[in-house]
């Protein structure tokens, strides 16, 4: 593993974007980091670290970092489908790009899907599955939303990029109108279900500021930073917009889930702020040793993320198996204990990490039918269901069909797996190459 560090390391054209590269790895360890330390573990439950101690939510202007994810994923989508609109046939372009950009994400996510299934079904048939151990079965699906999210980012790659190269900014304008527009039916006129298209007029705004920055268009970015800012100052501050850029418990309105213009406002700041600090993020990432770890990082990236929950709660599971007392959440103790459990929860992460990092790598192209556009929408399709259901549901109840709503439909978890599975390989068979 060190050496092919090195060499890739070593390999890097000059022409690359490291910072980008930094990003995507600054963006999702700051995600797993807040997790691990929002975690309010009982005997009793799992509760989080925000509601206990409402004050520390003003954290989450900075640790909900996932615009930063999207937005660095409209850089690469834009960079990638245009670099395959050279080398291939039009007709054949699209599924050749939903398989390049979704091959190291869905190969860990399947995976990591197929041994939490079967874990789920052994336990449930066991009889075990109720109290702490039903809580880690629906939590350790929740970070698949993040999956959902990212796979119509690239589904919707294609159209939107093309409005770009057309309108500008006017293509990312017409996106916040659309988030504006839902917000105001959602909350002056109690209009039903219509916030739910807040999944995509707030997080493909985002991934739209990538493409911006692919064409070297954020000029001004402390401006985007000032604006973003203070539009989520002023929305939290008038209402009815929480605190908190992250879901919790019990809250009516959550910035999250759906999204709201607060969190669009949160995720423009976040953009401006870290475009503001290119500068010296380049000049960071051109140190070898750091370049280094950021290669390495990038090469295991989903699969940590699809573990570290799972890492978390063996950590809380190992220390109630142990008789190790869980302190009050937010006490002195709680706190004293903190670094100790994420100490653990690292080194379980990297463990479930060297065991699972081979299915992060890259597959060979390999020769198929080439069936194209049709059957690669379709798949992601049944993939973005699937992967969002079971975020919703959890592994869970697998054989008395609990179920959850999805928008309005509601998906029990051996449906949400079905489709994940299925809609994958069609991604699959749609992507390769055509026979010669």
């Keep these: 593993m060190g050496s092919s560090v090195r060499e890739l390391a070593a390999a890097t054209p000059g022409t690359r974007d490291r910072y980008i590269d930094l990003l995507r790895v600054a963006s999702l360890g700051t995600v797993v980091f807040g997790h691990w330390l929002m975690a309010a573990v009982t005997g009793d439950g799992v509760g989080n670290l925000l509601a206990v101690v409402p004050e520390l939510q003003v954290l989450t202007w900075g640790l909900q970092i996932m615009p930063v994810f999207f937005f660095v994923g409209g850089f690469s989508h834009a960079l990638s489908y245009r670099s395959l609109l050279r080398k291939q046939p039009a007709g054949s372009v699209y599924a050749a790009f939903l398989r390049a950009r979704l091959q190291r994400l869905l190969r860990p996510t399947m995976v990591f899907i197929l041994v939490w299934g079967s874990a789920a079904l052994v336990v449930q048939l066991l009889g075990g599955d109720a109290g702490l151990t039903g809580v880690a079965l629906r939590l350790v699906a929740q970070p698949l939303w993040f999956i959902g999210i990212y796979l119509a980012m690239v589904a919707f790659t294609p159209p939107l990029l093309k409005l770009h190269e057309r309108w500008g900014w006017g293509a990312f304008g017409a996106l916040v109108a659309g988030a504006v527009l839902v917000d105001g039916l959602r909350f002056l006129l109690d209009v039903p279900f219509v916030e739910f298209l807040n999944f995509a007029f707030v997080w493909l705004a985002v991934h739209q500021l990538g493409f911006l920055r692919a064409d070297g268009r954020i000029r001004v970015p ?215």
Excluded at 257 to 263: F, G, R, S
Excluded at 313 to 318: Q, R, S
């Design 222 to 436: 402390g401006a985007l930073a000032a604006a973003g800012l203070a539009g989520a100052a002023v929305l939290v501050a008038l209402g009815p917009y929480p605190l908190s850029m992250v879901g919790m418990p019990g809250e009516k309105v959550s910035n999250m889930a759906p999204p709201t213009l607060a969190l669009l406002c949160h995720g423009l700041w976040l953009v401006g702020a870290v475009e503001l600090l290119k500068g010296p993020g380049t000049r960071l990432v051109r140190r070898g040793r750091v370049w280094r770890g950021v290669v390495a990082a990038n090469g295991v990236a989903m699969t940590a993320f699809l573990w570290h929950l799972t890492a978390m709660l063996g950590v809380y599971g190992a220390m109630l198996a142990l008789g190790i007392a869980l302190p009050e959440p937010a006490t002195a103790a709680w706190w004293g204990q903190v670094p100790f459990r994420i100490a653990v929860a690292i080194a379980l992460t990297l463990v479930l990490v060297a065991a699972f990092r081979t299915f992060e790598r890259p597959a060979p192209a390999a020769p198929g039918s080439g069936s194209g556009g049709p059957v690669a929408a379709l798949g992601i399709t049944l993939c973005l269901l699937g992967v969002l259901g079971l975020s919703m549901v959890g592994f869970g109840g697998m054989l008395e069909g609990k179920s959850a709503m999805l928008v309005a439909v509601r998906v029990t978890a051996p449906a949400a797996v079905a489709m994940a599975l299925a809609g994958w390989l069609l991604v699959e068979r749609a992507g390769r190459s055509p026979r010669a």
